[in-house]
């Protein structure tokens, strides 16, 4: 029988598309400054050196999979909300060294995602600090922020096209393993959607290692 979700969850679960969206805003906004300090007005010259979410949504990582995710929740099973943003927009020949330039470029999404993860983790332990579990509604929320932003981090490290950790791959391997990259390149889509359905639980142990060695005792998802 289906169960209907109570206001609180759906409360949660709106929060959950909120954080993500802000978060995988942040990330691809960190793309786009570190290019511009490298060089590369690319990003800027496209607009998107903004947080204006209309700039950045993509149809199926902003939306359609983040819905597919909550659906669980209908039926009062346990979900967690996921997704991407459209790619800030770089032109490696503005680069002094493309390589290394698409590497930084790269790493720097995950990067901000760990510092929203470690900012609201210290929130959360001068939060709880202070008032303990009698604030537990403001911890969860900010527990949702940590952990989304720790698994969006985690997840763009995978080295499949076009998420960051390819970038950081193809800087390191040497150019007689082209063929690889090649076949990372246009296979990437289909590659990390297959990742998503079938290898994603794999991320989830060092997901919730790295949560829960952040937020420690106060962790409550």
């Not at 993500?20 to 998107?48: C, I, P, W, Y």
């Not at 999979?65 to 346990?78: E, I, K, M, S, V």
């Not at 202070?130 to 981090?153: D, K, Y």
């Amino acid at each position: 029988m289906l169960k209907l979700v109570s206001m609180n969850e759906t409360l949660i679960l709106i929060f959950q598309l909120i954080v993500l969206l802000f978060s995988v805003m942040v990330h691809e906004v960190t793309h786009g400054v570190v290019a511009h300090a490298l060089g590369d007005n690319t990003a800027k010259d496209a607009g998107r050196l903004n947080l204006n979410p209309l700039k950045h949504l993509d149809p199926f990582g902003s939306v359609i999979l983040p819905l597919l995710l909550a659906l669980p929740a209908l039926f009062g099973q346990p979900t967690f909300i996921f997704g991407w943003a459209k790619p800030v927009p770089y032109d490696p020949s503005h680069l002094k060294n493309p390589r290394i330039g698409a590497a930084l470029i790269g790493i720097a999404g995950p990067l901000s995602n760990f510092a929203l993860a470690i900012i609201f983790a210290v929130l959360i332990r001068l939060l709880a600090s202070l008032v303990g579990l009698s604030a537990a509604p403001m911890l969860l929320l900010l527990n949702i922020i940590v952990f989304i932003n720790v698994l969006l981090g985690i997840f763009n490290l995978v080295p499949i096209p076009p998420l960051d950790g390819s970038k950081v791959l193809f800087a390191l391997i040497s150019d007689r393993y082209l063929g690889l990259k090649i076949f990372l390149e246009r296979n990437g889509l289909l590659l990390v959607l297959m990742f998503i359905f079938f290898g994603f639980g794999l991320l989830i142990p060092i997901v919730r290692f790295i949560y829960s060695l952040l937020v420690g005792q106060w962790a409550l998802l």
